[in-house]
T-cell receptor
Framework: DGGITQSPKYLFRKEGQNVTLSCEQN?????MYWYRQDPGQGLRLIYY???????QKGDIAEGYSVSREKKESFPLTVTSAQKNPTAFYLC????????????FGQGTRLTVV | GNSVTQMEGPVTLSEEAFLTINCTYT??????LFWYVQYPGEGLQLLLK?????DKGSNKGFEATYRKETTSFHLEKGSVQVSDSAVYFC????????????FGTGTRLKVLA
């Protein structure tokens, strides 16, 4: 089945550590996105990529990094510079053109311990 | 810039009641509009979409009409069920330059039996 797979579903990190969240899609979509969701809040865009080897900062990119070496993959690294990383992270993809909708993964819940 | 405003929740209804969740937007050009639904601990699922003025999106008894004159895309359902309890997000896709999605803050719906 086509879709977006995020892993792991739950992730625990010690303060000062970097962690990488995985996002893979087999929908042949050009565009991919990372959002952060906090309780009672909407989705805030961290990074997005419209094509392989290219990506742009979203509204809250500080403390995060990404890469887009393959069309199918868009991993997100939460660095130690991110002061409040505990959140629910959502990856999405789309055709990146016209009237296309975004498809979402199941999310990764990151907790700093 | 582009933005989406949703009515604040939570919205609590009895089963079989009529549902309206208001959504208004600000955008240049002609964005596409979407409603997504999120169940606890999961990612977002597309509920319906509309891509031009006066289009009506519909799915699973939910409907929303793209009103350009009032910049609105209100979600309605004639008779809600307990299984409709979830968080609903209104979103738009940008219409120029980079292609990305902007979400409202979400409206939690609770349906009581």
């Amino acid at each position: 089945d086509g879709g977006i797979t995020q892993s792991p579903k739950y992730l625990f990190r010690k303060e000062g550590q970097n962690v990488t969240l995985s996002c893979e899609q087999n929908l042949n979509h050009d565009a991919m996105y990372w959002y952060r969701q906090d309780p009672g809040q909407g989705l805030r865009l961290i990074y997005y990529s419209q094509i392989v080897n290219d990506f742009q900062k979203g509204d809250i990119a500080e403390g995060y990094s990404v890469s887009r070496e393959k069309k199918e993959s868009f991993p997100l690294t939460v660095t130690s510079a991110q002061k409040n990383p505990t959140a629910f992270y959502l990856c999405a993809s789309s055709l990146g053109q016209g009237t296309a909708e975004a498809f979402f993964g199941q999310g990764t819940r990151l907790t700093v311990v | 810039g582009n933005s989406v405003t949703q009515m604040e929740g939570p919205v609590t209804l009895s089963e079989e009641a009529f549902l309206t969740i208001n959504c208004t937007y600000t955008a240049t050009g002609y964005p596409s509009l979407f409603w997504y639904v999120q169940y606890p601990g999961e990612g977002l699922q597309l509920l319906l979409k509309a891509t031009k003025a006066d289009d009506k999106g519909s799915n699973k008894g939910f409907e929303a009409t793209y009103r350009k004159e009032t910049t609105s895309f209100h979600l309605e359902k004639g008779s809600v069920q307990v299984s409709d309890s979830a968080v609903y997000f209104c979103a738009l896709s940008s219409t120029s330059g980079t292609y990305k999605y902007i979400f409202g803050t979400g409206t939690r719906l609770k349906v009581l039996a």
